[in-house]
Structure formats: structure tokens, C-alpha cells
């Protein structure tokens, strides 16, 4: 069976752009979360958001015609901006089809749904003369006229060209879980031998009137606007939903031996993925959490583990009511004794919930539990809820040695995703 080397990384998060500044956000256990600033929330129940600040979306270099298109949507600006990174780590300058042939080079990412521009929709459509079919037809003359929707593989084929990737290319818009499956998707791939290298990851930013409003009918969100920063609170008792984030994670993966001849870093080994369907409700977990517990189950056993292998778990860890003790009483099912000494934390503590992007990022600080021997912390949980009894890594990081950990996305609609990594073990 072909073993899967991760060789670049790259990430756009609410505590840090680029890899060291995400790293030094999870050991200073920073958080993200502020006041909307994106639009005018102040009329939303919740007016909270984890919102990436430190990057600079008119300094990132763009052809003209896409531009037009992309530098409307900040997502798919997240997605170039991690990805070049994760690319420039694996490879240098060069593309990935300098050093592999092109069509064993594939392109597998998540993001969240299409575009809709609403700044421009919304400044017009009180307007007496608002035409939404003339907006569209000018968009059709005009690349830089309005763009009333944009498809969500957009971003997705620029950064395939940038690779240099013409094999296989997907789009997963499977929400929560998305980012995660884009990443078992990729390792499925080298590992069956259908590529020899895979760009992957997830771009997501839901922070806008369409994406806050709603979460907020679906009452899925925080509205203790009052607390500001430490407003996620996952496992805590006193937790009342998500807080809403945005960026984006990308990855090299490659076939281990290829990596090694040409003497790529490899940050780990991508060792188990699972995905399972609840076939339940869109937003509640069904009461008996079989198909998260097989999630986990076939996760594990995929990477030849036991459960008592697993040295840290980044839960999916939301802050919702149901979620959170439906997530902890999985988790005792699948480790049984080890669920009370096997670490767990939720990142979204501090980044919020990216969505598409979410799974793709919590690699990420499972990377920086794996390579910096310390664990991200549930910065919030100050009184853990007895229904998600488990080893919490609470308020600050802890020290520890991880050769393997799980990571957990749950999702919308009962996706679950799990998948598996570690320090190489030869």
C-alpha cells in the first residue's frame, strides 16, 4: 500500500496568516473573535465573528480577468493565499508538475456555496428601476461589471493551474465536514495509486449579511455578544452555539518514497481517513452517534492503529448544545478507558467555526501539536459540562509528546469525517 507524505502547508486563520503566525496564535491561546466588522451587524442576534484581519486581499496577485471575479469574494482569496503557501513549502518556486508529471498531479479542495454579491445587490435593490436580470446581463458583457453569482470551483481552478495540476479535480461543499473529506479524498488518491501528488484543503467565510442571517434563523450561533473574545465555549456548561469563522488550510500531500528521493521536509504521514452518513436530521445527531463512532472506528483501523494509539484528538468541538455531549459520548464509545487519558481540544475556541475550511485548518494545529510538542487549548472551558466528561486541554496549551492524533468534522446534514496523522514511523 503506498504511504502518504504531507510536504507543505499553508494557512489563512483568524489568529494568523501563514503557518508560524497560526502556530504562535495556538501556543499564545489567542483568540480571534471580535465585533463584526465585515458589515453593519448590529441588527443580527449575534454580532460576533472570528474574521481574518492580518491579510491584505488587494495585495495578492491576480491575472486582471480574475480579478474581476475573485477579488469580490474573500474566500476564494483565503484559498490562493493558503495554497501558495503550502505549494512554496513543498516545492520552492517551482510548481508541482516541474517535479511530477502533470496528470499524476491532482487539485482536491472544499469550500462553502456559490457566491452571491450581495454589497452590490443590496446597495441596489430598493432602487425603482432594479433590474437583477440587466445586473446579470452586464456581468455577462462586462467581466467587470456586477457578478451576481459565482461558481464555487472558481478559486479552486486557479489554484489547480498554479500547481500545475491536470489529474483529478473535485470541489466537496459538504459544509462542516468538507474540508476534511477534501483531505481523505486526496489520501485516497495517492494511496490507491490514481496520483502521485495532491493540493488540497478548504477556503470558507460565511461572514456576511446571507451567511450570519442564516445561522441565526437556524439559532445554530453564539448571542453572547457580551462576551466578545471568549464567546465559543466548547464542552463548557454555559456554552450557547458557535461563533463564526473564515480562512482556509491547504496541503501538499505525496506519495512518501517520491518524497523522500527528492528530499522534500515531510511534516508527517497522513495515516487513516474515514467518512460516514448519519441519514438522520440536517442539525441534530442522531441519539445512538453510530455513525460518528464508525467514523472513528474505521479511521483508526484504516491507519493500523487501536484507539490506545492515539496521543491527541482535535474534536470538532462546535459549542453547541447538542453537538459538544453527542461528540464526548462518541468519543467514550470508540476509546473506552483511553477516552479519560487521550488529550482533546477544540480550536474553534479561539478561530470559530470555518465551516468548509474547518477541517483543513484543525490538521493544521493537529500539525502543531505533532511537531511543537504542545496541545491547542479549549481557551474558554472554565466549567466543563459533566455530559462531555473527557481529558480537556483547558484555557492553555499543554506539553506533550504526539506521535498520533485524530481529527474529528462533523458536520450539517450528519456528515462525519475523521481522519488520521503522525510522525513518520521508519
Known amino acids: 500500500m503506498r504511504r502518504v507524505a504531507v510536504t507543505g502547508v499553508g494557512v489563512v486563520s483568524p489568529i494568523g496568516t501563514g503557518v508560524e503566525a497560526f502556530f504562535g496564535?495556538?501556543?499564545?491561546?489567542?483568540?480571534?473573535i471580535d465585533r463584526i466588522r465585515a458589515f453593519d451587524a448590529s441588527a443580527f442576534p449575534t454580532q460576533l465573528a472570528a474574521e481574518v484581519r492580518d491579510l491584505d486581499l488587494d495585495a495578492i496577485a491576480l491575472p486582471e480577468e480574475e480579478r474581476a471575479l475573485?477579488?469580490?469574494?474573500?474566500?476564494?482569496?483565503?484559498?490562493l493565499a493558503a495554497a501558495?503557501?503550502?505549494?512554496?513549502?513543498?516545492?520552492?518556486?517551482a510548481r508541482a508538475a516541474e517535479h511530477l508529471p502533470a496528470h499524476r498531479v491532482a487539485c482536491m479542495v472544499a469550500s462553502g456555496l456559490e457566491i452571491f454579491h450581495l454589497p452590490e445587490i443590496l446597495a441596489h435593490m430598493h432602487d425603482d428601476h432594479f433590474d437583477a436580470g440587466a445586473m446579470l446581463?452586464?456581468?455577462?458583457?462586462?467581466?467587470h461589471g456586477f457578478a451576481l453569482q459565482l461558481p464555487a470551483d472558481t478559486a479552486a481552478r486557479c489554484i489547480a493551474r498554479e500547481a500545475g495540476a491536470a489529474g483529478l479535480f473535485s470541489v466537496n461543499v459538504s459544509a462542516c465536514a468538507a474540508g476534511t473529506q477534501a483531505l481523505g479524498e486526496a489520501w485516497l488518491a495517492i494511496r490507491d495509486d490514481r496520483a502521485d501528488a495532491v493540493i488540497c484543503g478548504g477556503y470558507d467565510s460565511m461572514v456576511n449579511p446571507?451567511?450570519?442571517?442564516?445561522?441565526?434563523?437556524?439559532?445554530?450561533?453564539?448571542?453572547?455578544?457580551?462576551?466578545?473574545a471568549a464567546a465559543s465555549r466548547p464542552f463548557d456548561v454555559r456554552r450557547d452555539g458557535f461563533v463564526l469563522?473564515?480562512?482556509?488550510?491547504?496541503?501538499?500531500?505525496?506519495?512518501?518514497?517520491?518524497?523522500?528521493?527528492?528530499?522534500?521536509?515531510?511534516?508527517?504521514?497522513?495515516?487513516?481517513?474515514?467518512?460516514t452518513l448519519d441519514a438522520y436530521r440536517v442539525t441534530d445527531p442522531p441519539p445512538d452517534h453510530a455513525q460518528a463512532v464508525r467514523a472513528m472506528q474505521r479511521a483508526i483501523a484504516e491507519a493500523g492503529l487501536t484507539p490506545g494509539d492515539v496521543d491527541y484528538i482535535n474534536a470538532h468541538g462546535t459549542a453547541t448544545p447538542k453537538n459538544d455531549p453527542a461528540e464526548a459520548l462518541a468519543i467514550r464509545t470508540v476509546f473506552g478507558d483511553h477516552a479519560l487519558r487521550v488529550p482533546v481540544s477544540s480550536t474553534k475556541s479561539q478561530i470559530g467555526h470555518l465551516i468548509g475550511a474547518a477541517g483543513a485548518v484543525e490538521l493544521c494545529a493537529g500539525l502543531f501539536a505533532l511537531e511543537r510538542g504542545l496541545l491547542p487549548a479549549t481557551i474558554n472551558l472554565d466549567q466543563p459540562d459533566?455530559?462531555?466528561?473527557?481529558?480537556h486541554v483547558a484555557r492553555s496549551p499543554r506539553p506533550a509528546e504526539v506521535k498520533t492524533f485524530l481529527s474529528n468534522s462533523f458536520g450539517f446534514g450528519g456528515q462525519n469525517a475523521c481522519i488520521v496523522a503522525g510522525a513518520l514511523r521508519d
Open 25 to 32: 496564535g495556538l501556543r499564545e491561546a489567542t483568540s480571534g
Open 70 to 79: 475573485l477579488g469580490r469574494d474573500p474566500k476564494s482569496l483565503f484559498g
Open 84 to 93: 501558495r503557501e503550502a505549494l512554496a513549502d513543498a516545492f520552492g518556486a
Open 137 to 143: 446581463a452586464q456581468h455577462n458583457d462586462d467581466a
Open 210 to 228: 446571507l451567511g450570519v442571517g442564516g445561522f441565526c434563523m437556524l439559532e445554530a450561533m453564539s448571542q453572547a455578544n457580551e462576551l466578545g
Open 245 to 275: 469563522g473564515e480562512g482556509a488550510g491547504f496541503f501538499v500531500f505525496e506519495e512518501l518514497e517520491a518524497a523522500r528521493a527528492r528530499g522534500a521536509h515531510i511534516h508527517a504521514e497522513v495515516l487513516g481517513y474515514a467518512s
Open 386 to 391: 459533566p455530559e462531555c466528561q473527557l481529558n
